[in-house]
């Protein structure tokens, strides 16, 4: 069993709409939770990161944390063109410096 | 101020050969992870430097794979006697420091990538 699962898609959505992606982990040790956004044959950049349980916004951009279903999700709100690329879902646990990365989702926003 | 600086951005070896990629961390960073991406899979963990030191390999196969961040010049990611599994995109990641809280560094940047192809 992998230690990050993430649904890889593709995940296809119109323009405007609300998009869900999720991951869940099986090493409770994990406090660090980010978001990372990877355009084709480019590096990933970070989009949002969270310690420990709860939610944070940032613009269109929801990020939640559930560590007691060891379960996270980014929303994406009024979805846009630009949006579309590989997320990636990335953890760690306290002290380390290495992040564990889900397998990442494809995602397209059709005009 | 330039990023992340991974060079060469493509590269192609015959089995057998060596594989060597460079990565100029951000200006004032002294901290560098390299990762490396299969088709279609997230990103793995090789090793983390800081200058001159090997902080955790614990990502990095055991034979042919070698990493180093001198006191001057980029650090090298070495892939001696390459085979077609090693076919995929490394990427390198920098940060200015660790965190004084012991927590994990939020700044690592990523540079584009060097995408090694063995035929």
């Known amino acids: 069993q992998k230690e990050v699962e993430q649904d890889p898609g593709p995940l296809s959505v119109p323009e405007g709409a609300i998009v869900s992606l999720n991951c869940t982990y099986s090493n409770s040790a994990f406090q660090y939770f980010m978001w990372y956004r990877q355009y084709s044959r480019k590096g990933p950049e970070l989009l949002m990161y969270t310690y420990s349980s709860g939610n944070k916004e940032d613009g269109r951009f929801t990020a939640q944390v559930d560590k007691s279903s060891k379960y996270i999700s980014l929303f994406i709100r009024d979805s846009q063109p630009s949006d579309s690329a590989t997320y990636l879902c990335?953890?760690?646990?306290?002290?380390?410096?290495?992040?564990?990365f889900g397998q990442g989702t494809r995602l397209t926003i059709n005009p | 101020n330039a990023g992340v600086m991974q060079n060469p951005r493509h590269l192609v070896r015959r089995r057998g050969q060596e594989a060597r990629l460079r990565c100029s961390p951000m200006k004032g960073h002294s901290h560098v992870y390299w990762y490396r991406q299969l088709p279609e899979e997230g990103l793995k963990f090789m090793v983390y430097?800081?200058?001159?030191?090997?902080?955790?390999e614990s990502g990095m196969p055991k034979e042919r794979f070698s990493a180093e961040f001198p006191k001057e010049g980029p650090s090298i990611l070495r892939i001696q006697q390459v085979v077609r599994g090693d076919s995929a995109a490394y990427f390198c990641?920098?940060?200015?420091?660790?965190?004084?809280?012991?927590?994990?560094?939020?700044?690592?940047?990523f540079g584009q990538g060097t995408r090694l192809t063995v035929v």
């Open positions: 990335a953890m760690s646990s306290q002290g380390a410096q290495k992040l564990v």
């Open positions: 990641a920098s940060s200015p420091s660790i965190s004084p809280v012991g927590g994990l560094n939020t700044e690592a940047f």
């Open positions: 430097l800081q200058k001159e030191n090997i902080i955790d």
